[in-house]
């Protein structure tokens, strides 16, 4: 997680707890960014999304609230489990809680969401007997 500096020390242990927990299901890299970023946003995202360690295994959720801004980037592998629906419903889904004042627990329900969605599919061993 990068920059929110007005959440507090609770705040930001619950975010990166939905970190682990959506990189632990999914597989893939998760990172927050809460802060204000330049215009334009997407750009903006997608530029911070590219200086990640492994940028095509990972996902960004960008916020900025003072520009009610909320981005998520995806890497080309992660776009593999991760399709832009799935990240259009999250993004609906955080915004009625960013709506309702609940920064926080939007982010934290948006990450969890995201790794599920990305979770991969189990392989069946059809050579067993």
Known sequence: MASGDT????????IERAVRI???????SFSVYVGP??????????GLHAE?????RS????????????EIVTGT????????????LVVLAMRSAFADGDLVGGLVS????????????????????
């Open 52 to 56: 990640l360690v492994a940028p095509a």
């Open 7 to 14: 959440l507090s020390a609770r705040e930001r242990a619950d």
């Open 110 to 129: 948006g990450v969890q969401q995201l790794g599920d969605h990305a979770r991969h599919p189990r392989t069946v061993h059809t050579d067993e007997p």
């Open 37 to 46: 970023a330049e215009a334009p946003a997407r750009a903006y995202a997608e």
């Open 77 to 88: 592998e992660a776009r593999r489990f991760l399709h832009d629906t799935d990240c259009q």
């Open 22 to 28: 959506a990189e632990q299901l999914s597989g893939l």
């Open 59 to 70: 996902v960004l959720v960008m916020v900025d609230p003072g520009q009610r801004q909320l």
